[in-house]
């Protein structure tokens, strides 16, 4: 079987708003709270959801790191809502999105986010897994729960390997 290779690129909220939201403070300017001694980073990213009974929920996760070049064999989506992941850390990691094609993911990009970066995938949105590297990582996750079916998962006939770039 022949693998396809992909080169994940630095993560910028232009490249990746056909998939979502990056959550990064820097995209917003902070307001003060508690009389000073917080600064907030308001409204970073909305967490849509769909069906009856859903509803929005946080979880964390602690995810074990992944060997680069990272093989891809699968994608996931979510038809029913939006899915958040915050790093705890300031450690990068692994970000794969695919455009949909009549119901299937179409070629695969791939992102290294920055330090504190997160993405928010909008809803139906083909993506890879919560792929840290290098460490194990901490995520924040926030997505939808409730009745439903929201997952739909796909293999791909020939995996796809992905490489950080040069400067990553």
């Not at 809502?81 to 990691?93: K, S, Y």
Request: aromatic share 8%.
């Amino acid at each position: 079987m022949t693998e396809r290779t992909l080169i994940a690129q630095p993560l910028t909220a232009a490249a990746f708003a056909p998939f979502g939201k990056v959550i990064d403070s820097n995209q917003v300017a902070p307001r003060p709270m508690n009389a000073g001694m917080a600064r907030r980073f308001h409204d970073l990213a909305a967490i849509d959801v769909t069906g009856d009974g859903a509803r929005v929920v946080v979880g964390l996760v602690e995810a074990q790191p992944y060997a680069l070049p990272l093989r891809l064999a699968l994608v996931e989506r979510h038809p029913l809502g939006a899915q958040a992941f915050v790093p705890l850390n300031a450690a990068p990691f692994l970000v794969v999105v695919c455009a949909d094609h009549d119901g299937k993911p179409g070629t695969p990009q791939a992102f290294v986010t920055a330090p504190h970066q997160g993405v928010c995938y909008s809803p139906n949105i083909w993506h890879g897994v919560l792929t840290p590297f290098g460490a194990a990582q901490d995520f924040v996750v926030i997505d939808r729960g409730g009745p439903g079916l929201n997952l739909e998962e796909h293999v791909f006939d020939t995996p796809w390997t992905v490489h950080l770039a040069a400067s990553s």
